[in-house]
């Protein structure tokens, strides 16, 4: 199972409207695909010009490791040079903090993630959960 | 002016509807600011997955230079080198054919680009002019 | 559909086996995913030490542009400005030769990519096609 | 004297035993000459697509310096800038924790290392000392 645009476009609409509902700063939504590589973008009015690389960074390093935005958060807490060294591995393409949130299908298997960037990363975190079950598929942030 | 959220995605749908109706190949399209930042993007169904970095580089490049993808296609053609140097002075963000295409407002001034990759790089153009001139801007491709 | 590390290597053995087989010199394969990530890899004694990147570059290139490498073979001999392009976009990883092959799954969805070198570069492409084939798939090289 | 394919054969499939024996996640398995370059890597299924970029990055980590991945890992909780500008200078391609493993001959001479990513760190090195003990070599973790 793969993402296809139109779940795609699903997800970026129900984490924006997540985001106008609660109020939040303007989100870049980006969705990429099992190999990290971006199926769709969108950046509302407002936001700052380098959002593609930081929800992009977000997602990207949720694909390489396997895990959510939360569980790299907690290692860069723990033991920061891991997490740095992962930055450099990846050349840069990898944001250590909630906000990426992987996307699995019914079975569990990992098919995409969703990074978000523009407000606190705990409620980019909630914009990208809501945008992903709202497409009918499972997230893990 | 700038171009908004709402106009990049009337920009990508009529450029894909271009497309569809055309016949061509799976497209993706990249929607950028007047500093190259990407506003909006999707990748159809079927597209590979290094069409984001090909789109973005159209556009970008076109950005940078401040000359639409035909332009830089036929400066390529007379002096490879030269385009070459770009690429390298770029960090390899810039992609020396058409399908790279400038949006500019009623007064002229460039406003943003975009970057189509998937058909033939006339075809890619195309679809990118039409997607531009369908939110009432002007291509320049 | 994906390609599980026992298929790939299926693939790798019976390309090594095609190689011996026909008297190549020593041969280094690449199986990657469809989102060009290394799934498994061998290099035979006596290849030098580049290989990794030479066979990871020509399958990589595969996946990135949905192309096998005789048709980004054949783009560089027509139009060599922008197979370099692509070098750069891709940071490097990006080799423009045959011996990058497709691989496709029954209904024709491409689930990865061959990366060989070592020999001529129509027998590294030989020799993917073999592997892959032996593994029960398809190969478009 | 050097690592064959062979012997890499035999280190990777022992390491994999090492990790199912041990109810281990998924594991990645790179073995690299004296120079850092890689002869073989597998990553077994389920396991992320970062992985050979991590495997890697800790056996490379070991050669380029000469020391195990225990002493990288101790240099970084002491000095950690050290360690973060080891990883610049190396491109990122140096990943400063334990499941870096240098292999030595009889002679006490480095003829290679192997690295490992997939479970806690600790039991990557575990499996990556099994995996070249299997294979009459001698593991400094």
Redesign the interface.
């Known amino acids: 199972m793969t993402i296809?645009?139109e779940t795609?476009?699903k997800i970026i609409a129900a984490a924006l409207a997540k985001g106008r509902a609660a109020g939040m700063k303007p989100l870049s939504v980006v969705v990429v695909?099992?190999?990290?590589?971006?199926?769709?973008?969108?950046?509302?009015?407002g936001a700052s010009?380098?959002r593609?690389a930081i929800a992009h960074g977000k997602a990207h390093g949720c694909?390489?490791?396997?895990?959510p935005g939360s569980a790299i958060q907690a290692r860069a807490d723990s033991?920061?040079?891991?997490v740095?060294?992962?930055n450099?591995?990846?050349?840069g393409d990898f944001v250590p903090v909630k906000g990426g949130v992987l996307v699995r299908d019914g079975a569990g298997t990992?098919i995409g993630a969703v990074g978000i960037t523009g407000d606190t990363s705990d409620n980019d975190a909630l914009a990208a959960s809501a945008g992903i079950e709202a497409a009918g598929l499972v997230a893990e942030s």
């Open positions: 296809s645009i795609a476009r695909d099992a190999g990290g590589h971006t199926i769709a973008f969108e950046r509302e009015d010009p380098g593609y694909i390489m490791l396997g895990l033991q920061a040079y891991f740095q060294a992962m450099g591995l990846f050349d990992v």
